[in-house]
Structure formats: structure tokens, C-alpha cells
């Protein structure tokens, strides 16, 4: 893959709004390039400026006209395909104005996927493992508009908070009912 023809695919995808690029779903848009190849390309692109490594494995296009302010969720949801993950727990809870600090660096999700940590150029993202089943899951977390993860009710954030033994002592307690 040379620099033109990876702008030109970049410039394709960021058309329909993708920006956020996991490295096997880049591998397949250059086919005809073997492992090696494409590994020193994409090496390449980096360095140049053309993608961003977010994380391992996770590539962003900087320069997408449709890279918007939710680029730590795509990634998020790029980190753990085929999972169930929302925002929860301080994120959320901060969203709905019930805790006393904001979290601005930091994405704080549940999963049924692994947990863990992953430091991006974009912030913080933490993974909290969650053993609810897929319909408390379901029933407790909403779309909304513009977002690309689910997003906890303000009860479910507050449940998720308490379950994982989280510091409570910043939410405002008496709002949250006897859950």
C-alpha cells in the first residue's frame, strides 16, 4: 500500500463517517499486500500523520471530516466487538449530574468482555467486567442519538457503581433511592 492509496481509502470510508480503523479491517482493504508489507506500511502511515495509533491494534484518521467528539466510544467499541459494552459507573453518573467531579480524561464502561485499561491519545478508557445477563443488561441501558455506545440508566450506573465496589462517597447519595 503506498500513501496515495491509502488517503484515497481513508478519504472513502471518512465519506460514510468512519474514522476509527481496527488493523485487521485495514489489512483487508489492501488485500494484495503481504503481512510484512502491510505491517511496514502501516508503520508509515503513522509516522506520516495519515493514522494515529489509538491503541493496540486500533488506528483513528485524524484528518476525517466525520471524526467527531465521541472518538474515545468508537474506539471503545472497536477494543470490544461482539460484547456488550455501555458507558457507566463516574461517566455516566457524571452525565446525569450526580456526582461530584467530572471524569475528563477517563471513559468508564462496562462489558461482558475482558476488563482492562487501555491509554489512548484520546483518553482513557476502562473496561469494568459485568456478569449480568444480556437482558438485565438490555433492559437497563438506551440509545441515544449521535452516541455510538449504549448509555446506563441513571439506576443502572448507580447499581454498577455499588456492585464493583467503587468509591460512592462522590455521588450524590440521597437522589439514587434505596437500590
Sequence with gaps: MNTLKA????????????YVFTRKALAKFFPQDSAKTFT????????????????????VNPHAHSLD?????????????????YVSLESM???????????IDRLTLMTTGRKGVHKTPF???EFTHTNRTVLDILNH??????????????AAAWR???R???NTSMVNVETQGNE
Design 7 to 18: 488517503s484515497e481509502v481513508l478519504r472513502r470510508w471518512d465519506r460514510v463517517g468512519r
Design 40 to 59: 511496514e506500511a502501516l508503520q508509515r502511515l503513522v509516522k506520516a500523520g495519515l493514522l494515529v495509533r489509538a491503541c493496540r491494534g486500533i488506528y
Design 69 to 85: 467528539s465521541r472518538v474515545v466510544e468508537r474506539i471503545a467499541q472497536a477494543l470490544r466487538p461482539g460484547e456488550y459494552t
Design 93 to 103: 453518573l457524571s452525565e446525569y449530574g450526580e456526582i461530584s467531579q467530572i471524569p
Design 123 to 125: 483518553g482513557v478508557i
Design 141 to 154: 441501558i438506551h440509545r441515544a442519538d449521535g452516541r455510538p455506545l449504549r448509555l446506563a440508566s441513571k
Design 160 to 162: 454498577d457503581l455499588k
Design 164 to 166: 464493583v465496589g467503587r
